[in-house]
């Protein structure tokens, strides 16, 4: 993609989504990093069901070790991967006790350094709780950046690179959000909704999906009518 049109993809993006932010329910800077790493493959309204009732009761680091793996693994328990993530929340949580004050790190190297802490979790926690300009590559951004040629690349690593490469400047903080967000509801995995996309003009991907018809709507609607409709034995 173009600088220019770089440039032109950023500003509609911000002009759709003026404040973009995370989805993930969260009181501060802990709560929200024990989001982020609940949230590895699970949906962000999976963690936020589980993490309400949870952060009402636990909002330190202090809290959760208080709380105990058990109690925890059983609050978290709808979320995939709940085992091992409640054993890293309670493990990094004695570390912030132990090593950072009860605190949360601002850096990258203190925070990969935490139990279930990878490098695009720690770029969501930098890039939401310290502002830091930092790109987090998931399933979304990864999509979007190669299929619109703003950012293409073999792995997340690369298309992040990348991103930090062509982002211009007044986007630079937002940018991660407004990607994933655009990922998320409109360049979506399976059937991009390319007829109500505000870049899909300067976007490469050929072709462009086009919007549902009533008449495909309608033959929709009687598939599924009939797949409702027992067959006699």
Known sequence: MKKADVDTFYARL???????????????????????????????????????PLFEEVQTPEAMVALGEDRLR?????????????????????????????????TRDALEALPGVGRKTANV???????EETFAVDTHIFRVGNRTGLAPGKTPLAVELQLDK?????????????????????????????WRCVVADLCRYKPKTPPPSSERHSRALNRAKGDRISKPP
């Open 14 to 52: 911000a002009e759709r989504t003026p404040d973009p932010t995370t989805e993930l329910e969260y009181v501060n800077t802990y709560t929200l990093l024990v989001a982020v790493v609940l949230s590895a493959q699970a949906t962000d309204a999976g963690v936020n069901i589980a993490t309400r």
């Open 74 to 106: 059983d609050a978290i328990k709808t979320i995939g991967l709940f085992r091992t993530k409640a054993k890293n929340v309670i493990a990094l949580s004695q570390i912030l006790i132990d090593q950072h004050g009860g605190e949360v790190p601002a």
């Open 125 to 131: 926690v930098l890039n939401t709780a310290f502002g």
């Open 166 to 194: 062509v982002t211009p400047g007044p986007y630079r903080k937002d940018a991660h959000h407004l990607l994933i967000l655009h990922g998320r509801y409109v360049c979506k995995a399976r059937t991009p909704e390319c």
